[in-house]
């Protein structure tokens, strides 16, 4: 029964690993230097916004992450990107932030 379980929870979590095209992985990559990088800073270390490096990021959950970057911060410089980017495409940025060097 374990081991089902365990194969059970692996497939529930399997919709968050964020499925996007190697296309679409570069220009997610791409918008994330320049856009994002034009307040958080070309090298993500922060500057107008917050630094999104590995460290900074460390404690976040990449679904809130993800959250914030579709719905943005009110009263704040973060936009809401969910007229231009999926849920999935949030999800990759957001696990892509926690994992880049």
Known sequence: MPRFVSLFALLLAMPALADVSPDRARALEHMVLQDCGSCHGLTLKGGLGRPLT???LAQA???GLALIIL???????????????????A???????????
């Open 54 to 56: 590995r460290e900074a």
């Open 61 to 63: 959950d990449p679904e």
């Open 71 to 89: 719905d943005g911060i009110p009263s704040t410089a973060m936009p809401p990107w969910r007229p231009l980017l999926t849920e999935d495409e």
């Open 91 to 101: 999800l990759w940025i957001a696990n892509y932030l926690k994992s880049k060097d």
